[in-house]
């Protein structure tokens, strides 16, 4: 992990001479040029963050299920992460993840309880370190955002018809569907700023989360749309008893009638159920996504038409990976590789375009990032591993090779057993505490996760699936190690208290415009404004 300090301390350094030398001819030319000059050297960054978005539901990573135009533009003008993991796939822990880079049992954040926002994060330091910061839309951390200059954030899991909103000691609605507003809402936030500073900007985005409800012109556009099913739809999960059959997330028998929306038709029953299901689940779930590239798309033109690309970069993820069928599944949670995977691409100033960096990377690499990128140091509480080398084309010898991951939230939604494991470029193991049981896969020869080397007595005894074993446990060890998990939330007794739904008690302003809500984010101390 050494390179960690040495290259944000090193860019640091010659950053600070650049300054130096920059002010020196700055003073020369007048008073004006001396405080808006050194800025130029450190890149804005923009952060949109959305919520369930499968890497598979995105045309640069191959999807075979809607295209995503804009986000390609992320891709084809710069990095698309080709093995880019969430460490607890979840919503909640993932976002205490974003800010901290930290392990959910290291910020105290494992399951759906609330953030303390009086500890260390992104946020803080790049505000401290001369950002103008911002946090737009789903927060779901339960307490009021730190370390934002301007924030306004959904009330937990917030709507998507004219949703309501928080801001400092306020509340506000604003009329629209949730993925619009919110865009606007950032494009406001960019209009409005501080022009003496860069800015930081997270822009996280409601959509595609369930109950999947699309604006009027993607809903029409995916109204008929026959959907691709994925291999594994209907799989018996035979080889898997420990947490699949038992779990409340399928296709099959966990959709509701206001998930579906529509009463299916009369007498289909079975694998045709099964599938109807699947397809109607997944026109409203892609028509939502649609509405977030739409959102992409009109960002990255008001970057272009305001001269501000050259100088902002811009990172796209999601908070967990999603199950699209694949397994009989929807939702996230398990450890196999549609709940694992996240998307993660980036264009901007010193990123090389059109590279597909294929090193592990997970969510607790996107606090070090951000500080990386704005020339700021590291703190060593940070657990992750800035991503400029890879952004800049670079491959580090010591890049990690394995990614652990954790999920505690049972008992919890979907009745999803708790498990921890281990990933590396050819194997996947899972272990299920609770079950005292174990899943190994070759991911090589099984990408679908379909055959547990474990589950047969006779197969597990050969010496080299023992041997593969041995070695997958011991690099799991060495995780935990490494990360210093002791298995402090194991029990759900242990579990930090506070929820993160509902609103922070702000005094309500009614129905405002995007223009009055981004005023009314910016935290004051002078009087509200009038009624
Ligand atoms: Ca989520």
Redesign the pocket.
């Known amino acids: 992990m050494n390179d960690q300090r040495t290259g944000p301390v090193a860019r640091l350094m010659s950053g600070v001479i650049g300054l130096l030398v920059t002010m020196s001819v700055a003073a020369a030319a007048g008073p004006e040029s001396a405080v808006a000059a050194p800025e130029r050297s450190r890149p804005n960054i923009i952060f949109v963050f959305s919520?369930?978005h499968a890497q598979r539901a995105i045309s640069a990573y191959g999807s075979v299920v809607n295209r995503t135009p804009h986000l390609d533009r992320l891709a084809v003008g710069g990095a698309r992460f080709v093995n880019s993991f969430v460490t607890n796939s979840?919503?909640t822990p993932?976002r205490a993840t974003l800010l901290t880079g930290q392990y959910s049992h290291i910020n105290g954040v494992p399951v759906f309880n609330r953030f303390d926002g009086a500890r260390d994060h992104v946020a803080k330091r790049l505000q401290t370190g001369g950002y103008h910061t911002g946090m737009i839309g789903k927060w779901h951390l339960g307490c009021e955002p730190t370390g934002f200059d301007r924030w306004i954030v959904l009330p937990g899991q917030g709507a998507y018809r004219n949703p309501t909103f928080l801001v400092p000691g306020r509340s506000l609605s604003i009329r629209g569907h949730v993925t619009d507003v919110t865009v606007d809402l950032g494009i406001e936030f960019l209009e409005t700023r501080p022009r003496d500073k860069p800015f930081f900007l997270m822009l996280h985005h409601k959509a595609p989360?369930r109950a999947w409800e699309p604006d009027e012109r993607n809903r029409a556009r995916f109204r008929e749309a026959v959907i691709p099913e994925p291999e594994t739809l209907f799989d018996d999960w035979r080889t898997r008893p420990a947490a699949l059959p038992e779990n409340r997330q399928t296709i099959a028998r966990d959709l509701t009638p206001n998930d579906l929306k529509q009463q299916p038709p009369a007498g289909l029953g079975g694998r045709e159920l099964t599938a109807w299901k699947y397809r109607r689940y997944m026109q409203d779930y892609l028509a939502c996504v649609q509405g977030v590239d739409d959102a992409m798309g009109r960002l990255l033109d008001h970057l272009d038409e305001k001269g501000l690309a050259d100088d902002t970069i811009v990172i796209y993820s999601?908070?967990?990976g999603w199950f699209m069928g694949e397994l009989g599944l929807y939702d996230?949670r398990f450890m196999y590789e549609p709940g694992l995977r996240v998307p993660l691409v980036a264009r901007g100033p010193g990123i090389r375009a059109g590279i597909a960096p294929e090193q592990f990377v997970a969510n607790i690499d996107l606090a070090p990032t951000f500080l990386d990128l704005a020339g700021l140091p590291v703190p060593d509480s940070m657990q992750g591993r800035s991503l400029a080398p890879l952004l800049r084309g670079e491959a580090p010898a010591d890049w990690r090779t394995s990614i652990y991951y954790r999920y505690y939230h049972d008992p919890g939604h979907h009745d999803t057993r708790q498990h921890f494991g281990v990933r590396t470029a050819t194997h996947k193991l899972i272990r299920y505490p609770t079950k005292n049981a174990w899943e190994l896969f070759d991911l090589t020869s099984d990408p679908h996760e379909q055959h547990n080397l474990l589950h047969d007595a006779t197969e597990a005894a050969r010496p080299e699936v023992a041997a593969l074993f041995a070695g997958m446990r011991a690099e799991l060890e060495r995780l935990q190690r490494e990360y210093h998990d002791d298995g402090r939330y194991a029990d759900p007794a242990t579990w930090p208290a506070g929820g993160v739904d509902g609103g922070f008690g702000g005094k309500p302003l009614g129905e405002r415009t995007v223009r009055e809500a981004i005023a009314a984010a910016t935290l004051m101390d002078g009087p509200p404004p009038a009624e």
């Open positions: 919520d369930d979840i919503c993932s989360h999601s908070d967990n996230k």
